[in-house]
């Protein structure tokens, strides 16, 4: 993702795909889980104390997976 990344444009074309995270909580645990939305997926992740080591986002539109990166992650994670 460009830095010029908004989190609002992202929720408006992408907010009501099916989104998977992986995340790694210690040096030991990967977990991934799929999400009906992305904002199901961005309110599990808010959820999270501390917050994960790494995290990996993507949704499946088009034909492909698109992935998002945590700088990308953690602007989706601000907006309300």
């Known amino acids: 993702m460009s ?3 908004s989190a609002k444009e992202t929720f408006a074309i992408y907010g009501e795909r099916a989104t998977t995270i992986t995340y ?4 030991y645990s990967t977990e991934e889980k799929t999400f ?3 904002r199901d997926a961005i ?3 808010k959820a999270f104390d501390p917050v994960p080591v790494a995290i990996v986002l993507h949704i499946r539109a088009h034909g ?3 992935p998002f990166d ?3 992650i953690a602007k ?3 907006e309300p």
């Open 3 to 5: 830095e010029n990344f």
């Open 24 to 27: 790694v909580r210690d040096a």
């Open 36 to 38: 009906p939305t992305m």
């Open 43 to 45: 309110d599990y992740l």
């Open 64 to 66: 492909r997976d698109i």
């Open 70 to 72: 945590r700088d990308n």
């Open 76 to 78: 989706l994670m601000r």
